[in-house]
């Protein structure tokens, strides 16, 4: 698929049907996420696969969002083997996290997975339910899977400001 059009279709699914999604699949779409540079080339990301029935309910009691998705992905960051910037009072762990998502999430459109990055869930909540290392911070969660019949994007999903109110040029 074109890039265009893998960013321009992509959305948020909130409804999915019970077709499995193959391992294949899944393993194209996190080798996408191993390839996300990070900063210094730290690759701090870790990410957990959920599938089995009694780990997805864990899911379901974090959040309502997994929408009946079969394939739910942990995304989290090792806290300990971040770049810390000049200043010391920031580091890469969130961003570099997010763009290992965002790979997940595009590749997962480029594979014919559906997807949706989910943050409405309480992240400690979700490493004391997995049994996270001490050391990992969740970013976030992903579901995947297929959309089910009749499911789309989002009546606003298409809504886009100009750029002419979100970029400047200095």
Known sequence: MDFT??????????????????KEKI??????????????NLQEQHIYVVQKPED??????????RYGAP???IVAFDKTNVFTYPGGKY?????DAAIVATHLTLAAK??????????????????ELFHL????????LLDLGYAAEGAGPLLNHG?????AETVTYL
């Open 27 to 40: 393993e194209e779409i996190l080798e996408a996420g191993r390839l996300a540079p990070t900063a210094k």
């Open 91 to 95: 580091d890469s762990g969130v961003e």
């Open 110 to 127: 480029n594979a014919g997975v559906d997807s949706c990055w989910l943050n409405f869930f309480d992240p400690d909540k979700a490493a």
């Open 133 to 140: 290392p001490e050391n990992e911070q969740v970013l976030m």
């Open 159 to 163: 809504k886009r400001k100009p750029l």
């Open 71 to 73: 394939v739910v992905l």
């Open 5 to 22: 059009e893998v960013v321009r279709d992509r959305y948020s699914c909130k409804r999915y049907s019970d077709k499995p999604v193959a």
């Open 56 to 65: 997805l309910a864990k899911i379901d009691a974090l959040t309502p969002c």
